[in-house]
T-cell receptor
Framework: DGGITQSPKYLFRKEGQNVTLSCEQNLNHDAMYWYRQDPGQGLRLIYYSQIVNDFQKGDIAEGYSVSREKKESFPLTVTSAQKNPTAFYLC????????????FGQGTRLTVV | DAKTTQPPSMDCAEGRAANLPCNHSTISGNEYVYWYRQIHSQGPQYIIHGLKNNETNEMASLIITEDRKSSTLILPHATLRDTAVYYCIVRSPRESGGGADGLTFGKGTHLIIQP
């Protein structure tokens, strides 16, 4: 089945360590996005990519990095520079164009201790 | 960016129609209105979108006012499984060489379906 997959669902890391969250899609979508969600809050855009080998900062990119070497994959690295990394992270993909909907993964809940 | 305003929470009785309002008074002429919902600890799910005309699909109906400054999402026969946070979003072009589009999520409306 086509879809977007995030792994793992739960992730624990020690403070000061970098951690990479996986996002894979087999929908042949050009655009991919990473969001962060804190308790009781809406989603905030971290990074997005419209095409392979290109990506742009969102509203809260500091302390994060991404790569887009393949169309299907858009991994997010939470670096030690991110001051408050514990959050729910959501990946999405979209075909492109103004009237196409985004498909979301089921999220990764990262806890830094 | 066009912003949206939604009530923070609403209740609806099971089996009744749930009507969720959204204000987007600064919407531009070529911007679409999208609705998503998020069940606790899951990824958001697309519901419906529209530009000017009213839209209906198997999940819901979307009514957009003639001046496009507000819209209403209608769940015709709400069930307990419709309890979720509902997000009204206006597509928001961002500055970049490629003319990227982003989704700006507010806090949404927490819809609670009562048995």
């Amino acid at each position: 089945d086509g879809g977007i997959t995030q792994s793992p669902k739960y992730l624990f890391r020690k403070e000061g360590q970098n951690v990479t969250l996986s996002c894979e899609q087999n929908l042949n979508h050009d655009a991919m996005y990473w969001y962060r969600q804190d308790p009781g809050q809406g989603l905030r855009l971290i990074y997005y990519s419209q095409i392979v080998n290109d990506f742009q900062k969102g509203d809260i990119a500091e302390g994060y990095s991404v790569s887009r070497e393949k169309k299907e994959s858009f991994p997010l690295t939470v670096t030690s520079a991110q001051k408050n990394p514990t959050a729910f992270y959501l990946c999405a993909s979209r075909k492109g164009g103004r009237d196409t909907e985004a498909f979301f993964g089921q999220g990764t809940r990262l806890t830094v201790v | 960016d066009a912003k949206t305003t939604q009530p923070p929470s609403m209740d609806c009785a099971e089996g009744r129609a749930a009507n969720l309002p959204c204000n987007h008074s600064t919407i531009s002429g070529n911007e679409y209105v999208y609705w998503y919902r998020q069940i606790h600890s899951q990824g958001p799910q697309y519901i419906i979108h529209g530009l000017k005309n009213n839209e209906t699909n198997e999940m819901a109906s979307l009514i957009i006012t003639e001046d496009r400054k507000s819209s209403t999402l209608i769940l015709p026969h709400a069930t307990l499984r419709d309890t979720a946070v509902y997000y009204c979003i206006v597509r928001s072009p961002r500055e970049s060489g490629g003319g990227a589009d982003g989704l700006t999520f507010g806090k949404g409306t927490h819809l609670i379906i009562q048995p």
